[in-house]
């Protein structure tokens, strides 16, 4: 079994730093199958250290004006606009 | 029958010319196309419509393509069987009473059923190959970068490259040639060297291949499963391949690294849907924050849910060592095993799926059931190779069975010749 339980109390505060609400009965099940899933990830502690050698370099283009999405394109999905701007619920 | 392929049936004309005209290739619902709604299988974004298309469906078009409508899919790409989708699951057309596989189930479903010539998948962790071999016909996962990703909607981005899906691997590399190649707007994309004219390499030319076999790959597959593959083996035998055996030890722990990854890149990429740009809002009273989790829960489905929550939690103060810097580490072992038995190898074999298809409903109440499944098949994203499903025939009980080829980066003539080998089993 896994040595990080997870209660109902520990699935509640992810689902917080997640941000999606939760219904009681998929908290219960979710603590169910974290127990499983993250024992399951635990055998990653026997991967050995690797030597990661990654092949990347930086792609950099001139920062020219080019053509984009119009202003009405991409607010023409939002719920609410207001004065050619996406409307939010307030912050606090 | 209805098995329920598409999302949206909504024809897209391409140009009058061009090597796809006058074939049909059904586009799955998570790649952007302008004017017409792409939802990700998912209830949050059942009314969006994105003002743009994806680079891929661009060059469709152009290559004379027609694009029929929108294919079925497990919700945002995460599922093995196409039945977290919130329109409905999608059944086999070539397994009745089984699932197609997922996450792109609908795209080779449409192909199996013979409803569109040729479709485009996308592959996570098995997207493509997956339900390729469960419906009995071809899929690609291309090299990393092959192939553009601009206007596909994001699941965990270091892994996903979009592929085609066909009744014939010439076809589906006739498919690749026509989405393959760098984009400016995706900057991960670049320019293959060697063999690029992927249909030419469909010349079923085997004669002296060298194929490797991860016996970890194969041992535990079903013995139904694994018939199959051998007799796969023997027929490129006959063709004038050779194989050997080599051992992986690092893809036992690929299902469990690729799981957290993805569920890492998860949980950051879907936070952009707080129904304010796009998507539901619910229109609920409050603040930001409260808002927001509102519109979540209704909006996303259990399996979303859980990804979202296991990957913010692996990402989380105190566990990112833990879990996502293994994870990581895991994912280099991986890469360097690959690389060390195609220094030694053409191209790697194995059975796509160790198991046939599912009956429907089967996992959905285990979801560690269903992520095991994908044990063959997430190694190969973790390296950024190419692969592709190829189908070996049927178990006795008449269920699809596919085999899997994995070449070098970029390698993808050498799979696709491969494969082609088999086009006439």
Redesign the interface.
């Known amino acids: 079994m896994s040595n990080?339980p997870?209660d109902t109390d520990e699935?509640e505060h992810?689902?917080?730093?997640?941000?999606?609400?939760?219904?009681e009965d998929?908290r219960d099940l979710?603590a169910e199958?974290?127990a499983?899933?993250?024992a399951?990830?635990e055998?990653?502690?026997?991967?050995?250290?690797?030597?990661?050698?990654p092949d990347l370099t930086n792609?950099m283009?001139t920062d020219d004006v080019e053509e984009s999405?119009d202003r009405e394109?991409?607010l023409?999905?939002?719920?609410?606009t207001e004065d050619g701007q996406?409307?939010?619920?307030?912050?606090? | 029958m209805s098995y329920n392929g598409y999302i949206t049936e909504q024809r897209i004309d391409g140009a009058d010319d061009g090597p796809l005209a006058g074939r049909t290739v059904a586009v799955k619902d998570n790649i952007s196309t302008a004017g017409v709604p792409t939802t990700c299988g998912s209830a949050m974004l059942d009314?969006?419509?994105p003002?743009?298309d994806a680079t891929v469906v661009e060059r469709l078009k152009e290559a004379g393509a027609t694009i029929p409508g929108k294919t079925n899919m497990d919700e945002f790409g995460m599922g093995t069987t196409t039945e977290t989708s919130a329109f409905g699951p999608t059944e086999n057309p070539a397994a009745e009473g089984h699932v197609p596989g997922g996450s792109s189930g609908g795209s080779a479903a449409v192909v199996a059923a013979g409803d569109a010539d040729m479709a485009l998948g996308t592959d996570t962790g098995g997207s493509v190959r997956c339900p390729a071999a469960f419906c009995g016909v071809v899929g690609i996962k291309p090299t990393y970068g092959l192939v553009s990703r601009y206007g596909l909607v994001a699941y965990a981005n270091s892994l996903e490259q979009v592929g085609p899906i066909a009744p014939t691997v010439e076809e589906a590399a006739q498919l690749l040639d026509v989405i393959a190649g760098p984009d400016?707007r995706d900057?991960t994309t670049r320019d293959p060297d060697g063999e690029t004219d992927y249909a030419a390499a469909a010349d079923g030319d085997v004669a002296g291949m060298d194929i490797g076999v991860p016996t970890e790959l194969v041992e535990g597959a079903d013995d139904a499963v694994r018939e199959r593959f051998w007799d796969a083996i023997d027929a490129l035998e006959s063709a004038g391949a050779s194989y050997h055996e080599v051992s992986l030890p690092?893809v036992e722990?690929a299902v469990?690294?690729y799981?957290?990854i993805a569920m890492s890149e998860a949980?950051s990429n879907l936070?952009r849907y707080?129904?304010?740009?796009?998507?539901q809002?619910g229109?609920?009273e409050?603040?930001?924050?409260?808002?927001?989790?509102?519109a979540?829960?209704d909006g996303?489905g259990?399996e979303v849910?859980?990804r979202?929550?296991?990957g913010?939690?692996?990402l989380?103060a105190g566990?990112h060592d833990?879990?996502y810097k293994?994870?990581?580490?895991?994912r280099?072992?991986v890469k360097?095993d690959f690389d060390e038995a195609l220094e030694e190898a053409d191209v790697l074999a194995s059975p796509t799926m160790p198991v046939p298809p599912f009956e429907r409903g089967e996992s959905l109440d285990d979801?560690?059931k269903m992520?095991l499944a994908d044990a063959n098949t997430t190694p190969v994203n973790l390296a950024n190779l190419p692969a592709i499903s190829v189908p070996a025939g049927e178990t006795d009980d008449e269920l699809p069975v596919g085999v899997q080829f994995v070449g070098p980066a970029f390698g993808e003539s050498a799979i696709i010749r491969a494969g082609s080998a088999l086009d006439t089993l």
Do not use: M
Not at chain 1, 86 to 92: D, E, I, L, Q, T
Not at chain 2, 274 to 279: E, I, N, Q, S
């Open positions: 990080s997870v699935v992810i689902a917080e730093l997640a941000r999606i609400d939760l219904d998929e979710f199958q974290f499983d899933i993250l399951s990830f055998t990653l502690d026997e991967v050995p250290e690797v030597d990661r050698d792609v283009r999405l394109a991409a023409s999905n939002a719920p609410e996406f409307k939010g619920p307030r912050v606090s | 009314s969006y419509v003002p743009f400016e900057a690092s722990h469990e690294a799981y957290v949980s936070a707080d129904g304010v740009r796009y998507g809002s229109g609920y409050g603040n930001w924050n409260e808002t927001f989790a509102a979540r829960e996303f259990p849910k859980r979202i929550l296991l913010t939690y692996a989380s566990y833990k879990y293994k994870a990581q580490d895991a280099a072992w360097q979801p560690l992520y």
